[in-house]
């Protein structure tokens, strides 16, 4: 779970991912996603980021 510990590092990177995360934490990061798998955060991902670059990265 993501929290007020994770602040700074959101504070510092261009796009953030709070994953189950605190109020806190999700009012400050880019994406916000709740769930029991990971994964979930690919849909929301692949809104920011362009197609192109996540099939280079797979």
């Known amino acids: 779970m993501d929290s007020r510990s994770d602040l ?3 504070a ?3 796009v953030s991912v709070a994953f189950n995360a605190s109020a ?5 990061a880019t ?3 709740d769930g029991t798998d990971l994964r979930g955060v690919v ?3 692949s809104r920011l ?9 797979e």
């Open 8 to 10: 700074p590092l959101f």
């Open 12 to 14: 510092s990177v261009a």
């Open 24 to 28: 806190q934490a999700r009012a400050a």
């Open 31 to 33: 994406i916000a996603v």
């Open 43 to 45: 849909p929301a991902l």
């Open 49 to 57: 980021v362009p197609e192109a670059r996540l099939r280079s990265v």
